[in-house]
């Protein structure tokens, strides 16, 4: 779904804005820095169109200076959002803060509706004029509180707002979760469908809220049904001909972007190839969540079991935060094991850290480990927030440039602490003065 954030300064009436669109008449809020809130985004609908609203009320935290924090939240918001609602206090009129926020919108080249907000009668429809000034067109006057004008700034939200999201995920929502089999040409991708598919073939009509696509098939593991994307490619047999490898990589590609996993099928009889890290490399690249399946396990002995799984160590040193699944799809051994793994993935894929508990954890981490001294500066780390998840994304201000052995290491810290198996998780690093 498209995202459509809100973004201003405190107090200016964001959270009262928020609570209207989505029809809330509950606790409004406390709009002052400091106030954190766990929650940032909201399933709305506004005629008939669906979208994720995000409030960024909830970011105000403590960071040194409420200019800063405003600008921080904002470019986050921005980030993740396909248009913005940027509300601007009327009676008070365009602040210092408020210019620079407008700098920012302005950079993105996003969509952004001017909400002049406090605007109560129509006496006061005057002050709303006066933000022509920032430079972002109409200014749209609001009374957020008794609703006056909310509708009309939301026709025009929907109006600039995108269909599709171009920073969300595109998986179609609900209904059976999506799983890519992918892995080269005879690691054995045909045998293991047909065993996970044996005679639990589900009845596609009988599961609500599909979209039947005709290369995808449900297949029921353990009682629950999962789509196996794109499995033509496995299932018809295609010739090799010259360009086959070209087309099947061009079918794994697409089977991972329609996926929420990855399924990488490795041959476990012969040592790992260039062509098997690619694939898993490709899965990451998505940023879709990863499993990883030795297949042909029936093909070991007890000696080459304990050899090879030292050599997988090895192999897999880049991705040993990724489930690994030891089968095979010749006698169904361990076949039962996926389910757990694909579990376990992506509910590491789907998590979402509340901003407090993430910046507690990185405050005692970087107090018990700073940032070495380089050049007689040493960089500290003021703030983060996830800024999604689907994989979890996240963004560190900090005061200067993190070299690549801590990002790593907070990255490694961040995966243990909460226990992201089998998915990527991405960190971006701003600098701030
Ligand atoms: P795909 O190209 O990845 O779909 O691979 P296939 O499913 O066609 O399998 C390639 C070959 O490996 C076939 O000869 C299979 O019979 C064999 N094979 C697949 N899985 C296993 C397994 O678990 N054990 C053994 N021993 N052979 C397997």
Known sequence: LPVLAVVGRPNVGKSTLVNRVLGRREAVVQDTPGV???RVSYPAEWAGRRFTLVDTG???????????????QAEVAVDLADAVLFVVDATVGPTDTDEQVVRLLRRSGKPVVLVANKVDSPMQEADAATLWSLGLGEPWPVSALHGRG??????????VLPETSSVADRMPEGGPRRVALVGRPNVGKSSLLNKLAGSERVVVDEVAGTTRDPVDELIELDGTPWWFVDTAGIRRRVHQTSGADYYASLRTRAAIEKAEVGVVLVDSSVPMTEQDTRVIQQVIDAGRALVIAYNKWDLMDEDRRAYLEREIDLDLVQVRWAPRVNLSARTGWHTNRLTNALETALA????????????AFLGELTAAHPHPVRGGRQPRILFATQASNR????????TGFLEAGYRRFIENRLR??????????????????
């Open 348 to 359: 590491s894929w789907d998590t979402r850290i509340p901003t407090g508990r993430l910046n």
């Open 391 to 398: 994989p979890p994304r996240f963004v560190v201000f900090a």
């Open 58 to 72: 909830g970011w105000e935290v403590d960071v040194a200076g409420m200019h800063a924090a405003v600008a921080q």
């Open 36 to 38: 954190t809130r766990d």
């Open 150 to 159: 909310s509708g009309d700034v939301l026709d025009e939200a929907i109006r």
């Open 416 to 433: 243990e602490a909460f226990e992201f198996t089998g998915t990527p998780i991405e960190i971006s690093v701003r600098v701030r003065e």
